[in-house]
């Protein structure tokens, strides 16, 4: 187990090492020229040349790429010589746009990402799960073929189109929740945790119809899969109740396909929905990527894809370990 | 899919023969082999869709999609009018209350704009839709088109050489499916319209189209490299690749020629699946600002102009035609993905 353990955490770092590397190529080498989107509007050459000293493009890119990497544990200081400023660990550089350290614009962005993800999260696994399981479990009869059907209709709902129908009618129409604010970025805040749920009821509704649609798939395979195997049938003849049955043995033994998509998603949420949080106007991760695409504010954009990356390296493997601490046939491969 | 490859086999024990008169007649058999393997494919996917009605449904559907695309500059001109003439003239569009919406007569379908128009500029939304459909469906197509292709060959190249190939092959493969894809598209985007912008494909209206195929299909060809992968994996092992081999057919020959089509059938399932994400990917993106943009119309660019300004709001039917367009057309898409892949590969299953 421990090898496993250690061979699991040398691929990630190699293989976050590699994330960086690529992703940082990508967008140095990527844009026409990186300095004058620095630059701004009334650019002169001589501008140009100081802002590609300021960025540090005047060395050779290894150096650059490993300036970068330097800055993620150590302060480092960036800009012009002679006009240079600290910037703290961790380093990923300064807004071109704002002249902000990234770092920070993260740390205030993440808050709002979380409390999209968690809840979203919530309420598509209860809804996944539950409808999967109750098709299952009365596989071929109408409630079946009716969540089938809504599973097949969710998973092909754009979140664009989800997303603006829902403020059109909830909001605009019934006033039945309101407009999603920025002041609101946690349940602990001063309005408390029922004002983060209205907040943020409308845009988790968003998200769990799209991903609860595929939860519901999995689960009813699974269980269908599960339920017909022998041990079910072992359980049933020695006369356990029908609920133990379905919830001890098969819930128990179907459920891990769920537990390995759950751990999934959640890196993929963490580095920020991009889209939901466009159209409901939550300032997090994706919504900052966004608008750092849109007017070239590569430093930011490039962090944002980075630690995007990570969340989900990092929960793969949190996943291969949970399911290798589960099931030990998993170790033996 | 049972089917398919006892036809291969067949094919594999013949073509040898016919390879070593001249080059002509081989490459003569091995375009008319894969064209009767292609027919058989889809043979047998017909076979199986026809029995189900929502399959033959979603399939009319998405005839329907395609034509009403193709032929979209008709349809808009039969309908007189087209998607750039702007109309602000105060008979059309209010000016006293909310300023910019269209008047009762022509938010709504009349004879005159078969969808009515657009709030603000005044523009026939059913020409929009019909053009907007071609750009939408045209950027759906060929990015697949790119990752398919892609996929296919690096999927089968990685299973075929196996080894070093294979395990730096699955690593990028890896690294791919670990990049989170709309935020890499979404910041890439820009980047290479830029790079593209002096070029031949940067030209107008062509820039983000262009973009948006490279891009779309250069990060989507990884899960699928991944399946062809895994197939090739157990078809190497295969009589038909020995006997190819030591008839003297080269690796690449083998490889494009006994691999690959016997992959197609898996190849096409997951390209079917391919095209309604790649069709949500789309208006995902022009929906944010950073694909199609106006004055170029897209289901994704119609989108973003119900919510700029939110004109949804007080105008909703300018929201649901775009909308209900991209969900019809994405279902249509999705049940036939699901039809293709239960008529060719009942094994796998979606996820």
Redesign the interface.
């Known amino acids: 187990m421990i090898r496993f353990i250690l061979r699991r955490t040398g691929s990630l770092i190699l293989l976050l090492v590699a994330v960086s590397f690529i992703t940082f190529t990508l967008f140095q080498l990527g844009p026409a020229d990186p300095a004058s989107a620095a630059c701004g509007q009334e650019c002169t050459p001589e501008r140009i040349a100081e802002a590609r000293v300021a960025l540090g493009m005047d060395h050779p890119f290894f150096i650059q790429y490993f300036d970068y990497m330097r800055g993620l544990v150590s302060p480092r200081m960036i800009g012009a010589p002679g006009a240079e400023s600290l910037c703290q660990w961790p380093c990923l550089g300064k807004s071109f746009q704002t002249n902000e350290n990234v770092s920070d614009i993260i740390a205030r962005s993440l808050p709002y990402t979380l409390s999209m993800a968690i809840g979203a999260l919530v309420l598509w696994t209860i809804t996944g799960v539950g409808l999967g399981l109750l098709a299952a479990l009365r596989k071929g009869s109408a409630t079946d073929k009716f969540i089938v059907a809504a599973a097949s209709v969710g998973v092909s709902l754009p979140i664009p189109v989800t997303g603006l129908f829902l403020l059109l009618v909830f909001v605009n129409q019934l006033h039945l929740l309101p407009f999603t604010t920025n002041e609101i970025n946690s349940p602990f805040g001063a309005q408390g945790p029922w004002a983060w749920v209205l907040n943020y009821f409308l845009p988790w509704v968003a998200l769990a119809v799209l991903f609860s649609a595929a939860y519901i798939r999995v689960t009813r395979t699974n269980m269908i899969e599960t339920f017909s195997e022998d041990f079910i049938r072992t359980a049933r003849a020695k006369g356990l109740a029908p609920r133990t049955v379905t919830f001890k043995h098969g819930v128990r033994a179907g459920i891990t396909p769920v537990v390995t998509m759950l751990g999934m998603d959640i890196g993929l949420l963490l580095g920020g929905a991009v889209l939901t949080e466009q159209i409901f106007s939550v300032p997090g991760l994706g919504f900052t990527a966004v608008r750092a695409a849109i007017s070239g504010d590569l430093p930011v954009t490039m962090a944002i894809t980075m630690l995007a990356a990570f969340f989900v390296i990092v929960a793969n493997v949190v996943v291969d370990l949970a399911y290798a601490a589960i099931d030990p046939r998993v170790r033996l491969q | 899919m049972n089917r398919a490859p006892s036809l291969t086999q067949l094919q594999s024990t013949v073509e040898p023969t016919a390879e070593s008169p001249s080059s002509d007649a081989s490459s003569g058999t091995a375009s008319g082999a894969s064209a009767a393997e292609a027919r058989s494919l889809l043979a047998t996917a017909w076979l199986r869709i026809r029995r189900s009605k929502i399959a033959l449904l979603s399939l009319c559907i998405v005839v329907a999609i395609m034509l009403f695309a193709i032929l979209g500059p008709i349809l808009s001109a039969m309908s007189g009018n087209d998607p750039f003439t702007s109309n602000t003239s105060p008979d059309v569009l209010d000016d006293l209350q909310t300023p910019g919406l269209p008047l009762p007569g022509y938010m709504y379908p009349s004879a005159a704009h078969w969808l009515g128009v657009e709030p603000g500029l005044g523009r026939d939304l059913f020409s929009r839709l019909a053009y907007g459909g071609q750009v939408s469906l045209t950027i759906a197509l060929l990015s697949t088109a790119v990752s398919v292709v892609l996929g296919t060959v690096i999927g089968a190249a990685a299973g075929y050489f196996g080894g070093k190939t294979d395990a730096i092959i699955s ?1 990028i493969m ?2 791919f499916l ?3 894809h ?3 598209v ?7 319209q ?2 593209l ?1 002096n070029t031949a494909l940067g030209q107008g209206s062509f820039l983000p189209m262009a973009s948006l195929v490279i891009i779309l299909g250069f990060f989507g060809w990884a899960y699928l490299a991944r399946i062809v992968r895994g197939q090739v994996l157990s078809l190497r092992e295969r009589e038909f690749v020995e006997a190819a081999r030591s008839f003297g057919a080269s690796h690449l020959s083998v490889l494009f020629r006994q691999i690959i089509p016997n992959v197609m059938g898996v190849v096409l399932v997951y390209a079917t699946m391919l095209i ?1 994400t790649n069709i ?1 990917a789309e ?2 993106l022009s ?4 694909g199609v943009k106006d004055p170029t119309p897209s289901w ?1 660019q119609m ?1 973003n102009a ?2 700029s300004g939110n004109w ?2 007080s105008d ?1 039917w300018f ?1 649901a035609v775009p ?1 209900v367009m ?2 019809v057309t ?2 249509a898409f ?2 036939l993905g ?1 039809a293709v892949r239960d008529a060719l590969d009942p094994k796998a ?3």
């Open positions: 690593r890896d690294l670990a990049f989170p709309l935020l890499l979404l910041s890439l985007t820009p980047i290479l830029s790079r912008r309604p949500s208006a995902a929906f944010l600002g950073v994704g989108l119900a919510q949804y709001l909703p929201l909308g991209l969900i994405v279902l999705n049940l699901d299953s979606r996820h």
